[in-house]
């Protein structure tokens, strides 16, 4: 079964910087497009930034040149260094990682799935 474990969220000043991850394990032979979403109170969830399998990335507008999203594909890791925050970058971050392509155990089907990290707090204070 493939779980998406994410790790790096925390407190942070304005103008501070940190660093999400999100690690894909399970029997997995391969992996499509990554992207980091974040949701705030009372807001819908919105995309940040996507990466696909060849290493092209979009941004969206309220993060560009301050949020840079990478990949590690011999670990099946997404990661997102997020520079000069903002208050307004407060929210709980999520992987989402598709066409996960896994199987149960050796010997057994492959199949394909997409899937959701657990999320992540992200507090920048002013």
């Known amino acids: 079964q493939v779980q998406l474990v994410e790790s790096g969220g925390g407190l942070v000043q304005a103008g501070e910087s940190l660093r999400l991850s999100c690690a894909a394990s399970?029997?997995?032979?391969?992996?499509?497009?990554m992207a980091w979403y974040r949701q705030a109170p009372g807001k819908q969830r919105e995309l940040v930034a996507t990466?696909?399998?060849?290493?092209?990335?979009e941004y969206a507008r309220s993060v560009k040149s301050r949020f840079t999203i990478s990949r590690d594909n011999a670990k099946n890791t997404v990661y997102l260094q997020m520079n000069s925050l903002k208050p307004e970058d407060t929210a709980v971050y999520y992987c989402?990682?598709?066409?996960?392509?896994?199987?149960?155990?050796?010997?057994?089907?492959?199949?394909?799935?997409?899937?959701w990290g657990q999320g992540t707090q992200v507090t920048v204070s002013s």
């Open positions: 990466i696909n399998n060849v290493g092209n990335t």
């Open positions: 399970g029997s997995i032979f391969s992996i499509g497009d």
């Open positions: 989402n990682i598709k066409n996960i392509k896994a199987r149960s155990a050796p010997g057994t089907s492959w199949y394909q799935v997409d899937s």
